[in-house]
């Protein structure tokens, strides 16, 4: 049987995670977008 704290605990690291993730999502769509408007100078 899990405590209280213990299912507090896991919901809050979840939620983290989830939210790290979405960044890092978003973070890395940024990235892409700046490289490619990069690639499109070098082109030009």
């Known amino acids: ?13 979840r939620q983290e995670y989830i939210t790290l993730l ?4 978003r973070l890395s769509r940024k990235i892409n977008m700046i490289t490619d408007g ?3 100078k ?3």
């Open 38 to 40: 990069l690639k499109v």
């Open 1 to 13: 049987m899990l405590s209280y704290t213990d299912t507090f605990l896991t919901i809050y690291l």
């Open 22 to 25: 979405y960044i890092q999502k």
């Open 42 to 44: 070098i082109v030009y």
